[in-house]
């Protein structure tokens, strides 16, 4: 069965850096769009990034666009995200997951994995 | 970016009642709406996708509907283990994806 298994998650200085990682089994991984997705503790979902099934094309929000990276390893089934520059804002349960669609992107999110949790504090 | 309102922000319901929930959008999405359920703890699971797509696995009780800028979610017969929170997102400006605020079905 898909399973995706977040990891990397911790507490961490604003300004600084921190990377998570998504492994995924279950399914052919190099075949699907991947995203991140995050909830802030009390708030609602707020989409963070995706990127297409060979890495090329990649997209952020608005809201980590210059400070977040994301990549893959298809040959090792992971996603990645490089979070850099963290501010207090970007405390959350950090999600990954899968496009409904294989090839191009859907941005509808039809497996998760159940996050890692990101602390930016003093 | 597109708002989505999810009314009610709250839903108390007895296990074999129906729910509604709804999903109201700032401008017009079409039908490129989808709606999650989430449980403490566990991985947030897609239930409708293109505004009545049920996705592979997910029982026929669940069912959405709309266009345009309003959207329903129908549990036409609550089970234990539908209480939960539910959200919808819209694709519409992809990559601008937006999610609602959250609507939380509890127990009466």
């Known amino acids: 069965q898909v399973q995706l298994v977040e990891s990397g998650g911790g507490v961490v200085q604003p300004g600084g850096s921190l990377r998570l990682s998504c492994a995924a089994s279950g399914f052919t991984f190099s075949r699907y769009g991947m995203h991140w997705v995050r909830q802030a503790p009390g708030k609602g979902l707020e989409w963070v990034s995706v990127?297409?099934?060979?890495?090329?094309?990649?997209k952020h929000s608005d809201s980590v666009k210059g400070r977040f990276t994301i990549s893959r390893d298809n040959s090792e089934n992971t996603l990645y995200l490089q979070m850099n520059s963290l501010r207090a804002e970007d405390t959350a349960l950090y999600y990954c997951?899968?496009?409904?669609?294989?090839?191009?992107?859907?941005?509808?999110?039809?497996?998760w994995g159940q996050g890692t949790l990101v602390t930016v504090s003093s | 970016e597109i708002v989505l309102t999810q009314s009610p922000a709250t839903l108390s319901l007895s296990p074999g009642e129906r729910a509604t929930l709804s999903c109201k959008a700032s401008q017009s999405v079409s039908n490129q709406l989808a709606w999650y359920q989430l449980k403490l703890g566990q991985a947030p699971r897609l239930l409708i996708y293109d505004a009545s797509n049920r996705a592979t696995g997910i029982p026929a009780r669940f069912s959405g509907s709309g266009s345009g800028t309003d959207f329903t979610l129908t549990i036409s017969s609550l089970e234990p283990e539908d209480f939960a929170l539910y959200y919808c997102q819209q694709r519409s400006n992809w990559p601008r994806i937006t999610f609602g605020g959250g609507t939380k079905v509890e127990i009466k």
């Open positions: 997951a899968r496009d409904l669609h294989q090839a191009a992107a859907a941005y509808y999110f039809d497996y």
């Open positions: 990127i297409s099934s060979d890495g090329r094309d990649k």
